[in-house]
């Protein structure tokens, strides 16, 4: 059996009997700690590391670091505390108070990175290349992800879905000129990556909002002859009515499913509901928020 999900606070992360073992905080010298090779953050913020250099200066280490033993004797990697590490040397401390705990690779990478979930240290794409080292590297399915770090299936999904971006846009969005929002929006356009990206482009020149790059993305692309044959001398039609309660089923359906979705509606009543799906895995997702209870995959019911 799998361990309970990890998205409780990092003294939950280490169990009873470890903490027993390790009552007495070990002071480690700064020069025999190493730095995490599975740290999730891949950029440390500048202002908050010297804020907390400050406040190690006037109060050292409040929260010892939980590091694990390494090959070479006395020197230990770290597993949480990355940042109180690094602001304990600029502060000129020499020891640092620690836990050291038994812990494998893939519970090494866990730990980080529910520590940086918990703190919101993490950027969107940092957290997906961590996601995504856990599904590579030790085999963890979206499902396990999901009750391992206490995050719902569909969140685990999206956000692995942001590394499916091309790389103009995973670099606005690292560098926060986009928003989270604004990715998850243009990835409903990942079978037309022309349009995905004239869309960013516009995302950055006029300042579009979340929701109205959410909305360009489900205007039906028009040829360059069809917008000038509509335009004829008396100039644009004008827009058709939207129905809004029509709108408002489709972002109650998007935002559950965490896809695209688009209503159909017949003149004579009824319709149809067409739902996105990006892979085998992603239609057990949603068959699993649609029919719960079912069969765990769609391949068994072909």
Not at 109 to 135: F, I, K, S, W
Not at 166 to 194: F, N, S
């Amino acid at each position: 059996m799998r361990r309970k999900a990890l998205g409780r606070g990092l003294s939950e992360l280490i169990s009873g009997e470890a903490l027993a073992r390790t009552r007495a905080v070990l002071e480690v010298h700064v020069d025999k700690l190493e730095p995490n090779p599975y740290q999730p953050r891949q950029n440390l913020n500048e202002n908050t590391l010297e804020e907390l250099t400050l406040s190690i200066e006037t109060h050292g280490v409040v929260q010892p670091v939980v590091v694990r033993r390494t090959d070479e004797e006395d020197v230990y990697q770290i597993i949480a505390g990355e940042r109180r590490w690094r602001a304990a040397r600029r502060a000129g401390l020499q020891t640092v108070p620690c836990i050291v705990q038994e812990a494998t690779d893939e519970k090494a990478l866990e730990l980080a990175l529910v520590e940086n979930l918990q703190r919101d240290d993490l950027g969107p794409l940092e957290t997906a290349n961590a996601l995504q080292h856990l599904v590579h590297e030790f085999g963890l399915t979206q499902d396990q992800l999901s009750e391992q770090l206490g995050r719902s299936r569909s969140t685990i999904a999206n956000t692995l879905r942001l590394l499916e971006l091309p790389q103009p846009i995973k670099q606005a969005l690292a560098e926060e000129r986009i928003t989270q929002g604004h990715a998850r929006a243009l990835l409903a356009l990942a079978a037309e990556p022309e349009r995905m990206m004239a869309l960013f482009a516009r995302i950055e020149e006029e300042g579009l909002t979340v929701r109205e790059t959410e909305a360009l993305t489900r205007e039906p692309e028009r040829s360059d002859a069809e917008s000038e044959a509509e335009v004829g001398e008396s100039g644009p039609p004008a827009p058709q009515p939207t129905d809004p309660h029509i709108e408002e089923v489709k972002r109650r359906l998007r935002d559950r499913l965490g896809t695209k979705v688009t209503l159909l509606p017949r003149s004579k009543g009824g319709g149809s509901i067409h739902i996105t799906y990006h892979d085998a895995e992603d239609l057990d997702r949603i068959l699993s928020l649609i029919a719960p209870g079912g069969p765990r995959s769609y391949t068994t019911l072909r």
